[in-house]
């Protein structure tokens, strides 16, 4: 289904896997052009294998040098960009807060949290350029709930709906829409790893799917479609909004 009606540049942070790679495949496929930048050499790899056509550049988001070289490269290709999605995060540890070692605090709230910063400092400048200009940022059911045994995470993710909504107030009055989107439990490769991780501590990830209204787990092209409709004309009146993608578990807040 064409959902876009123009060839879009479209930025995915942390595209080569997991909700970021059927985001970065979503709009390949809608006719745009695609930058994706990740961290991991064997991801990368892999998706350059299956989307040859798709620009994709290594970085580490939680390190501003790398974000800024990574825009330069699409500086170098483009005057605009008319889409950012936001999609870098780590589950950081699973433990008590008290058990947390300061160095994983520290790096879970780099990535999740700098690393959005950093990428959208050097993203705005050429959203100004835009015609159409949306930024999307990926949340989580985390960002309006408590979620034992994962106090970085959750912070950090309460953090970026702050962070949106206050964007979207600042960049208005340039026509850029800043949206979130907050995905409860995504069936990602990692998401039996992480419910493993959890189960030690008492939760039951799987229990809570099952206590889902929809009683499924969520599809990351679920997450790719919203994005979609978050940076079409259909959407055009909406912006500083967090969008629950979440089975009816928590239906935002």
Known sequence: MQILDRKLNVVVVAGASGIGR??????QQQGCEVFVCDISDHLIESFGNDYPDIFIEKADVSIYKDVAQFFNKIKQAEDSI?????????????????????????????????????CLKEAIPLLKNSDTPSIINIASSASFFGFPLRSPYTA????????????????GSSGIRVNAI????????????????????????????????????????????????????????????????????????
């Not at 059927?22 to 709009?27: H, K, L, T």
């Not at 950090?156 to 960049?171: N, P, S």
């Not at 439990?185 to 419910?195: C, K, R």
């Open 22 to 27: 059927e985001v970065a495949a979503a709009y």
């Open 82 to 118: 008319d889409v950012l999605v936001n999609c870098a995060g780590i589950a950081g540890p699973t433990a008590s807060l008290e058990d947390i070692d300061p160095d994983e605090w520290d790096q879970t709230i780099r990535v999740n949290l700098n690393g959005m910063f950093y």
């Open 156 to 171: 950090a993710k309460w953090a970026v709906i702050g962070l949106t909504k206050t964007l979207a107030m600042e960049l």
């Open 182 to 253: 907050a995905p409860g439990i995504i069936d990602t490769e990692g998401l039996a790893e992480q419910g493993e991780a959890l189960k030690e501590g008492g939760i039951d990830v799987y229990a809570a799917i099952a206590a889902n209204p929809l009683r499924i787990p969520g599809d990351p092209d679920y997450i790719a479609r919203a994005t979609l409709f978050l940076a079409s004309d259909t959407s055009s009146y909406i912006t500083g909004h967090n969008l629950s993608i979440d089975g009816g578990r928590f239906g935002g807040a």
